[in-house]
């Protein structure tokens, strides 16, 4: 199958599910392209090695933008282990409010994935950290966008990958050369993996958003890596909304879905160890799919007042740290 091809069913497919969106979005946008850019796709212990020698892939994002000629800051969005969900799409309307462009990346459908909830062994965990290093390339190259003022923001899996591109370590490997982005937004990350070298940020904004009853990825492991970070002397905060779950923010999801087949990692206690690989802390076995702490039946619940202090929160923090530069 010629690459043409792909890349052209690659679009097709992003354009029917961009007219499917459930959440139109806001009259501010005056032009939608649906981009594709190349990745490629590394197994963990690839990407944490430094290799280049993954699969390379075609991914395809949707980049809106408000009216005018002049560059605009972007927020780039990475789903979570359920693909291109509302819950990530509703994001693109507030944005696009303050004036801002966004981009939403899939990772999963130029993969054949439909989703990861099942099997999440079935993407490496920092494959998506690659990706959103391409998109900050493509866009610091879009002659609407301001390179200086590009963020990133992630929503569970996706908000993991958030996170973790902003190490130094992993953007010296694989980033942009001379480019970054301008803040990492993480909503609801597993922070239960602790990485060699994973207090050593680049120089910018990290401020993760965070429910206290999530039971897919529970917040203590955030804290405590808030912790070690804030010692360092990283600017990084946490937010957490009392009695809100994951996916808080998910307007879809007003009635709680408690998922049996769905795996988690909430028990899980991982680190890096040696350079390159995952080992449970507890058995110190390299972590793999049939380690005994994977757990099933994570709760998903939308959580309205946790959801209006979020944006909120968001909005604020964006004003002052991207929209007044």
Known sequence: MGSRYVTGLLLACAMGALSALPNPVSAQIARTEVIAFQSMTLGDDQFLEGRKD????????????????????????????????????????????????????????????????????????????????RALELLANHPRVDSSRIVLMGF????????????????????????????????????????????????????????????YNPVAPCRAYVERLKARGRDVQLTEYPNAGHVFDGRAYKTPIKVANWQTFRTCVLSERPRGKIVNVKTGQEFSKTDPCIEMGPTVLYNEEAERRARADVVSFITVTVLSK
């Open 156 to 215: 569970s899996r996706g908000g993991q990958s958030a996170l973790y591109a902003s190490v130094k370590r992993f953007q010296d490997a694989y980033g942009p050369p001379g480019l970054s982005f301008a803040a990492y937004l993480p909503f609801y990350a597993n922070c239960g993996t602790t990485f060699v070298d994973d207090e050593v940020l680049v120089d910018r904004p990290v401020r993760m958003f965070h429910g206290s009853a999530d039971d």
């Open 54 to 133: 993954g699969r390379p892939v075609t991914l395809a994002g949707v980049l809106r933008l408000p009216g005018g000629t002049g560059k605009v800051p972007v927020a780039v969005l990475l789903h979570g282990s359920g693909g291109m969900s509302s819950f990530v799409t509703d994001w693109e309307s507030d944005y696009n409010a303050l004036g801002m462009g966004t981009f939403a990346v899939d990772s999963f459908s130029g993969r054949g994935i439909v989703n990861t909830n099942v099997d999440q062994f079935v993407l490496g965990r920092l494959a998506m950290i690659f990706d959103a290093y």
